[in-house]
């Protein structure tokens, strides 16, 4: 089987080696929706099947496996920051919050699809700016959905964290996908 993780981030390709399977990365070059175009249920899956779809479509031979977060707090979609203004934004909303962070996994192949969004609950303590502001600096979540890396500094932001699969809160939900490929 020849395994594509279509995906250029470096967190998914991590997690994805703790399987010790043999994959390939290929960066997908789907263009994602945004927020304010569809409901979120529909943006994680849109986004998740989008990327699959386009790199099953160049490598017709593999097996892909995709991946989509998003996080939601107070009913706002929290995407991936971009720049240091948005992440103090986010940080700011979530602070004393909860946040669920939705993370679409997809494992598709010529012969079969499977599609699952797997949630995952973070509990905020109350954040001040000055924290806010040294933990963007010394962390630089700007390419993580809601500003928040629980896999580094951001832990400490937290109260509590609660779901079925910590990895999917990471990017990629390894207890479905192992699930899904049985490696072992």
């Given at each position: 089987?020849?395994?594509?993780?279509?995906?250029?981030s470096p967190y998914r390709r991590v997690l994805l080696e703790r399987l010790g399977l043999a994959f390939e990365?290929?960066?997908?070059?789907?263009?994602?929706?945004?927020?304010?175009?569809?409901?979120?249920?529909?943006?994680?899956?849109?986004?998740?099947?989008?990327?699959?779809?386009?790199?099953?479509?160049?490598?017709?031979?593999?097996?892909?496996?995709?991946?989509?977060?998003?996080?939601?707090?107070?009913?706002?979609?929290?995407?991936?920051?971009?720049?240091?203004?948005?992440?103090?934004?986010?940080?700011?909303?979530?602070?004393?919050?909860?946040?669920?962070?939705?993370?679409?996994?997809?494992?598709?192949?010529?012969?079969?699809?499977?599609?699952?969004?797997?949630?995952?609950?973070?509990?905020?303590?109350?954040?001040?700016?000055?924290?806010?502001?040294?933990?963007?600096?010394?962390?630089?979540?700007?390419?993580?959905?809601?500003?928040?890396?629980?896999?580094?500094?951001?832990?400490?932001?937290?109260?509590?964290?609660?779901?079925?699969?910590?990895?999917?809160?990471?990017?990629?939900?390894?207890?479905?996908?192992?699930?899904?490929?049985?490696?072992?």
């Amino acid at each position: 089987m020849r395994l594509i993780l279509a995906s250029s981030s470096p967190y998914r390709r991590v997690l994805l080696e703790r399987l010790g399977l043999a994959f390939e990365q290929i960066d997908s070059q789907f263009n994602e929706a945004h927020s304010s175009t569809m409901h979120i249920a529909q943006l994680v899956e849109y986004n998740t099947m989008g990327k699959a779809a386009t790199v099953l479509k160049q490598h017709p031979d593999g097996t892909i496996i995709a991946s989509d977060q998003v996080a939601i707090c107070d009913h706002q979609i929290l995407e991936k920051p971009g720049n240091i203004a948005n992440a103090e934004k986010q940080l700011a909303l979530l602070s004393g919050k909860k946040a669920t962070f939705l993370t679409g996994l997809c494992l598709i192949s010529a012969n079969s699809c499977q599609f699952e969004i797997i949630p995952y609950h973070v509990y905020f303590r109350s954040l001040t700016n000055s924290e806010i502001k040294r933990y963007i600096e010394r962390d630089k979540p700007l390419d993580c959905a809601g500003s928040f890396k629980s896999e580094g500094l951001g832990i400490t932001l937290c109260e509590k964290m609660a779901g079925d699969d910590p990895t999917a809160l990471v990017g990629l939900p390894l207890i479905r996908l192992s699930q899904w490929l049985n490696p072992l």
